[in-house]
């Protein structure tokens, strides 16, 4: 039987997060977005209101949230009291029969792969083509880019964003509320949040490291 959906988000990550629940079979009910200047449909499914007006569905449907930013979707998944999530798998993706779990309201697109042993947290994202071996932990709202690889036993903190197209070796720890950029090639445990870059990715400069010089 297939599953009612609201998407929480009416983007162009709505609109791909949309298009992976009908591929799964399910049934895009519509959006919820605090944007009110959005016109009453978007890419053919109507805006229901804000997010605010999730409870007027909350015994008609599942919930997806699907906005890139970790702190906003931490922020509306502890809105969203009591709802049922629903968590979206591309039927093209390719997911390991062994030991995987993977949690409520986790987005995982088409041509991503998550290998044998690997732990998926809530509200996480795995984007397009991205990589996911085996034995990873992913805590919650963690994001995994477009075409971006984690080789093995790869630990990734909450909220951490790795950009599009970067590289994680084997065997690393990558610490919460970091920003991987794109094509970055990590190669060492990271032990303190900010944003990396570069080949080896290096910790960028902050305002506040330099008052502290």
């Known amino acids: 039987m297939s599953e009612k ?3 929480i988000g009416a983007s162009g990550h709505g609109k791909v997060v949309a ?3 009908q591929k799964a079979g399910d049934v895009v009910l519509g959006f919820l977005d605090d944007n009110e200047a959005l016109p009453k449909f978007f890419v053919g ?3 229901l209101g804000t997010v605010a007006d999730f409870e007027a569905y909350r015994h008609d449907a599942r919930f997806i949230i699907a906005v ?3 702190a906003i979707r931490e922020r509306i998944a502890k809105q969203l009291t009591g709802v049922a999530w629903y968590t979206a798998i591309h039927p093209a993706a390719t997911i390991a029969n062994l030991d995987v779990r993977i949690g409520e309201g986790t ?3 088409a041509n991503a792969v998550v290998n044998a042993g690997s ?3 809530k509200h996480c994202i795995i984007n397009t083509s991205a990589v996911v071996e ?3 932990f992913l805590e919650d709202y963690a994001h995994v880019s477009v075409g971006a690889k984690l080789a093995g036993t790869v630990r990734v903190g909450k909220a951490t ?3 599009i197209g970067a590289s994680v070796r084997n065997n690393l720890t990558i610490c919460d509320n970091c920003m991987i950029g794109a094509g970055a090639v990590v190669v060492k445990e990271i032990l303190h949040a900010g944003t990396y870059v570069g080949c080896p990715a290096k910790r960028l400069r902050s305002d506040y490291d330099m008052e502290k010089k």
């Open 161 to 163: 964003w790795i950009g």
């Open 119 to 121: 732990v998926i947290g």
């Open 45 to 47: 499914f109507p805006l």
């Open 68 to 70: 890139g930013n970790a």
């Open 5 to 7: 959906v609201i998407v």
């Open 19 to 21: 298009d992976a629940i």
């Open 107 to 109: 987005v995982i697109l």
């Open 134 to 136: 085996h034995d990873n």
